[in-house]
């Protein structure tokens, strides 16, 4: 995790504060990999800027019985099966 200071040196930071913001962010975002946080400095005040590592989403369908992300490892009779279903759709 890379740590780094908007204005100024990080090594102005003492590390137990340092450490502090670490685990805070950690804490809050306990389910989630974080890539860079950037610290801050307003007088008395400290804004942290908490960059989250972005998990790329994979879209999972259920098609004629079965759970796929994509169409690419079917057959030609599954893949004619999935061009013929009947799509429905809302209409208000």
């Not at 890379?2 to 040196?9: A, D, F, I, P, T």
């Not at 942290?48 to 009779?77: C, D, M, Q, W």
């Amino acid at each position: 995790m890379k740590v780094s200071l908007k204005e100024g040196n990080i090594s102005d930071i003492p590390r137990e504060e340092i450490q502090g913001y670490i685990d805070y962010a950690r804490k809050k975002y306990p389910d989630e990999i974080i890539d860079e946080i950037i610290i801050k400095l307003d007088g008395e005040f400290v804004d942290l800027e908490i960059h989250k590592h972005s998990i790329p989403f994979a879209r999972i369908r259920r098609i004629t019985g079965y759970l796929v992300g994509t169409l690419e490892r079917f057959n030609n009779g599954k893949r004619a099966e999935e061009h013929d279903r009947v799509k429905h759709s809302i209409t208000e």
